[in-house]
Each structure stands twice: as C-alpha cells, then as structure tokens.
C-alpha cells in the first residue's frame, strides 16, 4: 500500500500569510506513460464533505481561488495558499489515485494565529 | 448542477447489515468511476470501495472486502453498496463521491449519510 504522509498535522496562520502542507508518499505516484501525477488535495470545513482543489498534483479544480497552489513531483508535494484568508480555515488532505487501495494522508488542519 | 445524494444510512447492531444508496444527477453517471469513502467521528477519511463507470471493475480496502458490495445501476444513475457483518468499526459517514473517467479521484462529494453499528 502506499503510504501518504502529512506535515505538519497542524498550522495556525496569520490572515494574508502564507501556509504550506506538505505530502510524501512512500513510493512514487508519477507515472510515466503519460508523466503525471495521480496525487490530488481536498478541502474539508467543520461539518461539511470534503471538497476537490488540486487534480493531477497541480491542476485546479474549476472555481478554486487561485491563490491556492499544487507543486511536487514523485513523491513529495505540496499544497500552498498564498495569502490565507478566513475561509481557509480547514483541515486538508492529500489523496493518491495512482493505485488501489486509495490512499489519503492523516490531514493538516488550518487555523488563523 | 452535479449532485450526488446518498441515503440507506442508521443504526444497526453488530453482524447486521446495511444497504446505502447514493443517487446522482447532473452528469452521464456510466461514464464516470465511483466511490464511497468513509469518515469515522473525529477522524480522518478513509477509501472504502471503488467502481468502473461500466460496473465492470470493482475495489475494495482490506478493512471491508468480503462484508461490503460496491455495485450501480447506470439506468437508475445510481451507486450502492451492501455491507454485512457489519462491525463498531464501520460506524462513520459515508459519502460517495465521483471519480473521472478512468480516474479515482474524487471531484463531487455528496453529503453523506451516518452509520452507527452498536447494541
């Protein structure tokens, strides 16, 4: 199975700053047949189901602010938000879908300093 | 609008068995994977079970193959999934949510339904 590793598991923020979460999977989720990686991220707010931001690594989903941001290669990636705003107050999960079982990591949760 | 509505979800005891529904509109249902993912109170989300757009491929994580059945009924545009031998361990939210073509990421996500396993 591959393994999806998170950090930090939290972070607290200041409005308007930067906030960045890490993922690294134990093997790599690149392949190479058409050299992309199956690794996506997800939003999820208190209460609410879990929402898709990032597709292919990096790819935003349609209506996402672009002030979020999806970079890495391999096995480790990266999820940016520039400038953190109060609605970004989440808990975040990276997913691999480059093999079952589907594997998501432990989750970074979000808050404002 | 995509939509995605699952259903089926309640109490029930040890070594019972459960049957959710998750109908979905706003999209052409067969051409597109499905899952069913599980979240249990103050946790993190789990992958429970995947389906091909065409039925024809199904998974399952270790924790749940055997005692659950993904399965979809393209002329209904719906997913299903029966789980026996149901455990305290099942107790979560499920949700379903849609995959892409050929890929199992999940871009929709409905809102879940809650199953309590307890005596």
């Known amino acids: 199975d591959i393994v999806m590793t998170q950090s930090p598991d939290s972070l607290a923020v200041s409005l308007g700053e930067r906030a960045t979460i890490n993922c690294k999977s134990s093997?790599?989720?690149?392949?190479?047949?058409?050299?992309?990686?199956?690794l996506a991220w997800y939003q999820q707010k208190p209460g609410q189901p879990p929402k898709m931001l990032i597709y292919w690594a990096s790819t935003r989903e349609s209506g996402v602010p672009d002030r979020f941001s999806g970079s890495g290669s391999g096995t480790d990636f990266t999820l940016t938000i520039s400038s953190l705003q109060a609605e970004d107050v989440a808990v975040y999960y990276c997913?691999?879908?480059?093999?079952?079982?589907?594997?998501f990591g432990g989750g970074t949760e979000v808050e404002i300093k | 609008e995509v939509q995605l509505v699952e259903s089926g979800g309640g109490l029930v005891q040890p070594g019972g068995s459960l049957r959710l529904s998750c109908a979905a509109s706003g999209f052409t249902f067969s051409n597109y994977a499905m899952s069913w993912v599980r979240q249990a109170p103050g946790r993190g989300l789990e992958w429970v079970s995947s389906i091909s757009g065409s039925g024809g491929s199904s998974y399952y994580a270790d924790s749940v193959k055997g005692r659950f059945t993904i399965s979809r009924d393209n002329s209904k545009n719906t997913l299903y999934t029966l789980m026996n031998s149901l455990r305290a361990e099942d107790t979560a939210v499920y949700y379903c949510a849609k995959g892409g073509t050929d890929y199992y990421y999940m871009d929709v996500w409905g809102k879940g339904t809650t199953v309590s396993v307890s005596s």
């Open positions: 093997q790599s989720v690149l392949y190479s047949s058409n050299n992309q990686n199956y």
């Open positions: 997913q691999q879908y480059y093999t079952t079982p589907l594997t």
